[in-house]
T-cell receptor
Framework: QQPVQSPQAVILREGEDAVINCSSSKALYSVHWYRQKHGEAPVFLMI?????EQKGHEKISASFNEKKQQSSLYLTASQLSYSGTYFC??????????FGKGTKLTVNP | DSGVTQTPKHLITATGQRVTLRCSPRSGDLSVYWYQQSLDQGLQFLIQ???????AKGNILERFSAQQFPDLHSELNLSSLELGDSALYFC????????????FGEGSWLTVV
């Protein structure tokens, strides 16, 4: 099942913070976060595993609530380079990684 | 550079034709994933292979097929192409098992005219 992301779009000024949420109706084993700029490949940001393990970039923080099957990505002190579309992907009982519809983030000067 | 190589980068073809997209996974990765991304849309999961065997299937049309070869490279075959098949097709790879980072290639742009 496709995870649900919110909000669909966010507009920030440089230096502001944002939170992107991702939820699933099915039990999750892992949640994967990616950022994609237009026409480019999605770039790996973070993976959160059932049990609490996290792997990813030092400047990126995220949480995974296993009971609620929800994950949140925290973007602090945003920079212009943070602009792009953020996708969360979920893995449940299999290795299949299904992505949400994405959250478009725009950071303005 | 993710280490995942896709060819061709761009392809223009006519309706009704057949094309093959190729993917070489990162060294050591056994799993290959294929995704379709239409204009300004999300990443639609098509199919996943692990060490030559199909592991999971998504919304892949019957006109599309894929395989993973013994050397672990994969090919996505698209036949009887329609205008709506125009999209960016991504290949991604990972080590075996759930919970491993999945790395994306640069994609193959397919335009059907």
């Amino acid at each position: 099942q496709q995870p649900v992301q919110s909000p669909q779009a966010v507009i920030l000024r440089e230096g502001e913070d944002a939170v992107i949420n991702c939820s699933s109706s099915k039990a999750l084993y892992s949640v994967h976060w990616y950022r994609q700029k237009h026409g480019e490949a999605p770039v790996f940001l973070m993976i959160l595993l059932k049990g609490g393990e996290q792997k990813g970039h030092e400047k990126i923080s995220a949480s995974f609530n296993e009971k609620k099957q929800q994950s949140s990505l925290y973007l602090t002190a945003s920079q212009l380079s943070y602009s792009g579309t953020y996708f969360c992907g979920s893995q449940g009982g299999s290795e299949k990684l299904v992505f949400g519809k994405g959250t478009k983030l725009t950071v303005n000067p | 550079d993710s280490g995942v190589t896709q060819t061709p980068k761009h392809l223009i073809t006519a309706t009704g034709q057949r094309v093959t997209l190729r993917c070489s996974p990162r060294s050591g990765d056994l799993s290959v994933y294929w995704y379709q991304q239409s204009l300004d849309q999300g990443l639609q999961f098509l199919i996943q292979y692990y060490n030559g065997e199909e592991r999971a299937k998504g919304n892949i049309l019957e006109r599309f097929s894929a395989q993973q070869f013994p050397d672990l490279h994969s090919e996505l075959n698209l036949s009887s192409l329609e205008l709506g098949d125009s999209a960016l097709y991504f290949c991604a790879s990972s080590a075996s098992g759930r919970g491993n980072t999945i790395y994306f290639g640069e994609g193959s742009w397919l335009t059907v005219v």
